[in-house]
């Protein structure tokens, strides 16, 4: 019997999330972080700005492997609607981060994560939005979440799969698309662009082992 080899997948984010999720389903891809300006254009619509950046990351990446390979760009942005759409991105300091918590204190936010995959030539991606709830934060939580050092890196300043899981009320919306890669979507467009191993549906509770 043979079976079809499909060209490992390239992981182009040095997200350990995304590629815990990856594992999780199965897929074990080759991590190659790209290099780019993710500094966002003025009057930047958040969903726009998250869908161009996973198309740089991606094309970054896919430029060194020829459209042999089949590469994964993802962007994930917390924003909040306050008249106008305002991206939280990254916090750069303890000020930053305490602030943008404090936004986020009993209310809603909303979650963006678009992706790219490129593969000989095609391209899919979507952008998927998932609503969270947070409940009202006391002035000691808030303190004790910015001490442990978690919202390091985070969109938004929190981690909805570590401590910050205490503070979310409500999820509407992808899960695994706050932890930073909606997971049924990607997994989806994998297999239409046929980059996906023939067997991986029955392989799913193990780890996928036919990739070259």
């Known amino acids: 019997m043979t079976t079809t080899v499909i060209p490992r ?14 594992r999780q389903a199965g897929i074990d891809p080759e991590v190659v972080p790209p290099d780019i300006d993710e500094t966002p254009r003025i009057d930047e619509d958040p969903i726009d700005y998250a869908r161009r950046l996973s198309r740089e990351k991606a094309r970054a ?9 089949p590469v994964l760009a993802a962007d994930t942005i917390v924003h909040l609607s306050d ?11 303890v000020d930053d981060a305490r602030v943008m918590l404090a936004r986020l204190s009993n209310r809603s936010h909303q979650v963006v994560t678009a992706y790219a995959i490129l593969y000989k030539g095609a391209e899919r991606g ?23 050092g978690e919202w390091q890196g985070k969109a938004g300043g929190y981690a909805v799969q570590g401590l910050a899981a205490a503070f979310v009320r409500a999820v509407k919306g992808s899960y695994t698309n706050i932890v930073g ?18 067997d991986w549906a029955l392989g799913v509770a193990s780890p996928v082992r036919n990739f070259s």
């Open 181 to 198: 890669l909606p997971l049924c979507e990607v997994l989806e467009d994998l297999d239409a662009l046929q980059a996906l191993p023939l």
């Open 126 to 148: 979507r952008a998927i939005e998932t609503d969270v709830t947070f409940r009202e934060l006391s002035p000691a939580e808030l303190e004790g979440y910015i001490g442990s």
């Open 9 to 22: 997948l390239v992981l182009a984010s040095a997200s350990p999330r995304r590629l815990e999720l990856l």
């Open 61 to 69: 990446v896919a430029d060194q492997f020829r459209d042999d390979r």
């Open 83 to 93: 008249g106008a759409p305002r991206i939280l991105g990254k916090p750069t300091s």
